[in-house]
């Protein structure tokens, strides 16, 4: 009984458990896990929290802050009414677009400006990549409305796309085919 009582003491006596202790060396401990967690959300949202606590900022920096979030939502909700006004109003649409046509490009770079300073340099570059790169199709597309044009002429239910053309030995070729040995000695053993 010493014996084992001394063995249990060990395990667990003097306020330690050597058996957890070692079992959290291969796996965490899960309530510890929950405890550090709930510690960094609680602290996340300290911070969030921080970031708009207003009591010291004077009115004009909240004027500005609101100022600043503004863009993004009048452009989509802008873009939206278009495609409303559109549907209403065709006529008052296009008379609109009209007038948008006449916009010196100078001053459609000037809004690019504008706007890339609200959403970054990167849209710009991304407009003018994309503008290269549909510049770049458009040169091709001769090229390759020619080339689906020869690919249909080469289709096989095409009326001419097996006519050699002006080629005498091919027209010799497909009029008189090579001689087949294999099948001429199976017609051999099939003639009765």
């Known amino acids: 009984m010493g014996l084992i009582s001394g063995l249990l003491g060990f395990l667990f006596g003097n306020?330690?458990?050597v058996v957890r202790e070692t079992a959290e060396v291969f796996r965490e401990?899960?309530?510890?896990?929950?405890?550090?967690?709930a510690?960094?959300?609680?602290?996340?949202?300290t911070q969030f929290g921080a970031e708009f606590h207003t009591s010291g900022k004077s009115g004009f920096d909240r004027f500005m802050d609101g100022l600043n979030r503004l863009p993004r939502?009048?452009?989509?909700l802008g873009t939206l009414g278009l495609f409303g006004a559109a549907m209403v109003d065709p006529l008052w649409f296009a008379e609109r677009m009209q007038g948008i046509a006449l916009v010196p490009e100078p001053l459609?770079?000037?809004?690019?400006?504008?706007?890339?300073?609200?959403?970054g340099a990167r849209h710009q570059a991304k407009v003018q990549d994309l503008q290269r790169e549909i510049t770049?199709?458009?040169?091709?597309?001769?090229?390759?409305?020619a080339n689906l044009e020869a690919l249909d002429r080469l289709r096989n239910d095409t009326p001419g796309a097996a006519?050699?053309?002006?080629?005498?030995?091919?027209?010799i070729d497909v009029a008189q085919p090579d001689a087949n040995r294999a099948l001429e000695d199976w017609?051999?053993?099939r003639r009765p």
Do not use: C
């Open 15 to 17: 306020g330690r458990n």
């Open 29 to 37: 401990n899960t309530e510890a896990g929950a405890e550090r967690s």
């Open 39 to 45: 510690t960094m959300r609680a602290q996340a949202m």
């Open 73 to 76: 939502p009048a452009l989509a």
């Open 108 to 119: 459609w770079w000037l809004l690019g400006v504008i706007v890339s300073f609200y959403f």
């Open 136 to 145: 770049a199709t458009m040169v091709r597309a001769p090229a390759v409305v």
């Open 163 to 171: 006519d050699p053309g002006h080629d005498a030995q091919q027209k």
């Open 187 to 189: 017609r051999q053993l």
